[in-house]
């Protein structure tokens, strides 16, 4: 079992940056890919980023490509997100998000999540 806790949210303004740390508890979490969702008021959560058990392998939406960079560090149990030139529209609360498949479809586990606010 992986317990994830989030941090390095906060109110920032557009055109900024912030980076987001997901720091995992438990065993194997070498072992886990790691994602990064977000989630805006009255919207459905959505995908945002994907790194595979090695990093061999990163996923991005869309909205995301070439501003955001996931990243991990697996000796720490640490999971970031590195988010560039941020836009009013990427304000939501980010979630943390962990599974044991190497191209996950569902997520088994998850963080509380961090408030991002990009102010216009």
């Known amino acids: 079992q992986v317990q994830l806790v989030e941090s390095g949210g906060g109110l920032v303004q557009a055109g900024g940056s912030l980076r987001l740390s997901c720091t995992a508890s438990?065993?194997?979490?070498?072992?886990?890919?790691m994602g990064w969702f977000r989630q805006a008021p009255e919207k459905e959560r959505e995908f945002v980023a994907h790194?595979?058990?090695?990093?061999?392998?990163?996923r991005y939406a869309d909205s995301v490509k070439g501003r955001f960079s996931i990243s991990r560090d697996n000796a720490k149990n640490m999971v970031y997100l590195q988010m560039n030139s941020l836009k009013p529209e990427d304000t939501a609360v980010y979630y943390c998000a962990a599974d044991r498949k190497f191209v996950p479809s569902a997520w088994d586990y998850w963080g509380q999540g961090t408030q991002v606010t990009v102010s216009s």
């Open positions: 790194i595979s058990w090695s990093a061999s392998m990163t």
């Open positions: 438990g065993r194997s979490f070498s072992s886990y890919s």
